[in-house]
């Protein structure tokens, strides 16, 4: 075997050791846009849960996902729904320009405001989950 040929060898060994990032780790989530109005974002989510086809049952009165009740965090998971279920058929997190993607996990919410290192984490069903980062 030549020098070349043991250099390749190398490369294409290091090459297929070095770790890929999982599926998780380039998760996308649609959010509705800190900067959109009250009522802009209450229109798109009429249009998400309605002739857009997303599942807003979770966001009703008396239903896991209604608290916190604001037109911000309803609208984010309206979109988010619409997305999820439909970003593979060519479906964007565009909503009239009302809301954005970001690979940060909106369910974790860092609890800065007591000086700890703790992430207190909601899941779609209303149970809380704290994790102590040491």
């Given at each position: 075997m030549s020098i070349a040929q043991l250099i390749i060898l190398v490369v294409l060994?290091?090459?297929?050791?070095?770790?890929?990032k999982s599926d998780a780790e380039f998760e996308q989530w649609c959010i509705a846009d800190e900067q959109t109005p009250d009522d802009?974002?209450?229109?798109?989510m009429d249009?998400?849960?309605?002739?857009?086809?997303?599942?807003?049952s979770e966001?009703?009165?008396?239903?896991?996902c209604y608290l916190p009740n604001t037109v911000r965090d309803h609208a984010s998971y309206a979109f988010n729904n619409y997305y999820q279920n439909?970003?593979?058929?060519?479906?964007s997190c565009y909503f009239n320009g009302g809301a954005i993607t970001t690979e940060l996990d909106p369910n974790v919410k860092k609890n800065k405001s007591r000086g700890t290192n703790t992430d207190v984490r909601w899941?779609?069903?209303?149970?809380?989950?704290i994790l102590i980062n040491l």
């Open positions: 060994l290091l090459l297929m050791t070095i770790s890929q802009e974002l209450q229109a798109a249009w998400a849960c309605g002739k857009g086809g997303a599942n807003c966001i009703q009165v008396n239903q896991p439909f970003k593979h058929k060519g479906a899941d779609p069903h209303g149970s809380v989950s």
